[in-house]
């Protein structure tokens, strides 16, 4: 476990707030009963609300111990792991959804991590900041400095997040890696949902996040 | 046959040890003989076990406990011999986390072992002479297979969990991979899959400790009225270090001296540690037997729960549904958590229910044993959890 990953829980804890929209979204793709793995999961949140409301076989990954703690005393089947590590331990097909909720951008290996996310599960959703939402850009294009928002909160040298990518980015690694996306929804900052497709540059430019639900 | 539901020594078993113990005795083996790794047949013998809560309606709230190297089946009750509490008393009782309220916990006396249950101290009964060194050679396994017995022989065809730190978290894995079947929960706590070259090294300095001893009379030693005090005593010295921290260690006794304002320039016990360490030596000789720590090391030594199954120790778990929940401690350099972190991989690796954490603690391998309120928190939720899946009541009735 390396120190920039442990920050990772501690970057979702400082944006519960904005998290819970795309938890909300992403419980919403779930099909009820189904076996979801929840790769950096938290304190649980999402795991025990597809628990008690889908009826799911849930599993989850977390790098900190105060979240697998936090799991497991709520009942949860949670590991103490590193998602640039474990996954490869599962098996092929072994879940129907592997989630990964805003932290690829801080995975060492986000395109393995992907990789693995499709070989271990039928589906994969992940969420992520959007890192050419118009904001940013104009931060960057007149402060000319790194950055910073409710979403990505660090300064540049102590940040967790390093890859950050645009939701054209995202479209065009799953592209390349022969992902079909199935659904695809932005996020703008009052956290109103609008499916991508169509208004593909409208979203990439006032998308403040991105939830994605692809499949092999 | 009826299940027992709680420590009633008027409903023991008919025993063939002399020296009278509280609890419950049984002869097992009697019909169908327990067959031993190492190709022994055991006819007829013992196994000596405690019991706390009641058994409920539908057998479904039986939790089995797995005790350490030194342990034994006095897991919440004042020991017998020395009158300290239980080595889990701050687990086992009303409200604690194996709640006896909920949960009916039973505890036995490992094979091997030398308090109550069949092992190189007992009597051989077809020779009517303590068995010694010619008691067979045991595993893990074989220990797992007697407590097996021991859970038929109460009635009980599932347990609900097996739980146990460190040689019991041993014992937790060989059952979840003897008897999938009859394990809802499976525990294991600061425990390993294999004992490693550096775990068989400290076993073997406690057992030529203990063979070096003159008073060991080659294991005869009951024979001569003799014991080899000092050997055991050493035994027990050297493995105590290794249940520590070096932190713990500094921070409890450091250089201090004991009970003096400068070193002697002698082999006194001069530091505190020492001190301690010859504590724990001489009161250790007082409850255990020095066979038993040879057989029970050596069974720990040959564990290797992959080896049977290909080497492959996802193989040992294929297909289970046993719901586990691994627990290591930051600070246990003796069963270090990158050991259960392979048993997690394992168990990945076949899509097994799997919970792990690692608890931060500067306690060392013994923080099992010990006040460690995050542990307690993990592991009361784990088998909440476990409880609620099984359709047993949770905590509070919730």
């Known amino acids: 476990m390396t120190a920039p990953s442990h920050e990772r829980a501690g970057a979702q804890t400082n944006i519960s707030r904005a998290m819970r929209i795309d938890l909300q979204l992403i419980a919403d793709m779930i099909e009820p009963r189904a076996r979801v793995l929840d790769v950096g999961c938290g304190d649980g949140a999402l795991l025990e609300y597809l628990a008690t409301f889908k009826q799911v076989d849930g599993r989850g990954i977390e790098l900190s111990m105060s979240g697998v703690n936090a799991c497991i005393s709520r009942g949860l089947s949670v590991i103490q792991g590193d998602a640039d590590t474990d996954l490869k331990d599962y098996p092929d097909d072994a879940f129907d959804f592997v989630i990964l909720s805003n932290t690829l951008q801080a995975m060492v290996a986000p395109r393995d991590v992907l990789g693995h996310m499709m070989r271990i599960g039928r589906h994969a959703i992940v969420s992520f900041p959007n890192f050419a939402y118009w904001r940013i850009r104009l931060d960057f294009l007149f402060g000319g400095r790194m950055p910073k928002s409710d979403l990505m909160p660090h300064e540049w040298y102590d940040t967790p997040n390093i890859h950050l990518c645009s939701i054209k980015d995202f479209v065009a690694l799953c592209g390349e890696m022969g992902f079909r996306v199935e659904r695809s929804l932005s996020l703008d900052s009052s956290g109103r949902a609008r499916g991508i497709g169509a208004g593909f540059f409208t979203a990439n430019l006032f998308g403040e996040q991105a939830v994605f639900l692809l499949t092999k | ?143 797992v297979r007697a407590q097996a017995m021991l859970v038929d022989h109460l009635g009980i065809d599932n347990l609900f969990a097996v739980t146990g730190g460190s040689m019991g978290g041993m014992q937790v894995l060989e059952w979840a991979a003897l008897y999938p079947k009859r394990v809802f929960a499976a525990v294991p706590i600061a425990a390993a899959a294999h ?159 799997v919970s792990f954490a690692e608890i931060v603690s500067d306690n060392g391998h013994d923080s099992f044993l010990l006040d460690e309120p995050e542990f307690h928190r993990v592991f009361e939720g784990f088998l909440d959890g476990a409880a609620e899946h099984r359709g047993l009541p949770r905590k509070n009735g919730r």
């Open chain 2, 1 to 143: 046959m009826t299940a027992t539901t709680s420590s009633d020594p008027s409903r023991n078993e008919p025993s063939r040890v002399s020296r009278p113990l509280p609890g419950h005795q049984v002869r097992l083996g009697r019909e169908r003989p327990l067959r031993l790794d190492c190709g022994v047949e055991l006819v007829d013998f013992t196994v000596a076990y405690q019991t706390y809560g009641r058994l409920n309606a539908d057998r479904s709230n039986a939790i089995l406990v797995c005790h350490a190297l030194t342990g034994d089946q006095f897991v919440a009750e004042p020991h017998p011999v020395t009158g300290k509490d239980g080595w889990w008393h701050m687990m086992v009782g009303p409200g604690k986390v194996l709640d006896t309220e909920r949960y009916f916990i039973i505890c036995a006396n490992i094979l091997g072992g030398c308090m109550g249950t069949a092992g190189p101290k007992e009597i051989n009964p077809a020779t009517g002479k303590p068995w010694g060194l010619s008691f067979p050679v045991i595993s893990i396994a074989d220990m």
């Open chain 2, 195 to 353: 004992h490693t070259a550096q775990n068989i090294a400290f076993h073997e300095v406690g057992r030529q400790a203990i063979m070096a001893d003159p008073d060991w009379h080659g294991g005869d030693y009951a024979a001569r009225g003799a014991r080899p005090h000092r050997g055991l005593a050493v035994a027990r010295m050297a493995a105590h270090i290794t249940y520590l921290s070096e932190k713990a260690l500094q921070e409890k006794f450091g250089r201090k001296l004991q009970n003096r304002a400068a070193v002697t320039w002698g082999f006194d016990a001069d530091f505190q540690i020492e001190s301690y360490l010859r504590h724990q030596g001489s009161t250790f000789v007082d409850r255990f037997d020095a066979n038993s720590y040879l057989y029970i090391t050596r069974a720990m030594d040959y564990f290797d729960l992959a080896e049977r199954y290909g080497g492959v120790l996802a193989n040992a778990f294929r297909g289970t549904a046993t719901r586990f929940c691994l627990i290591s401690f930051t600070s246990d350099w003796l069963y270090p958590t990158e050991e259960s972190r392979k048993i997690v991989h394992a168990l990945n690796a076949v899509a097994a229910n």
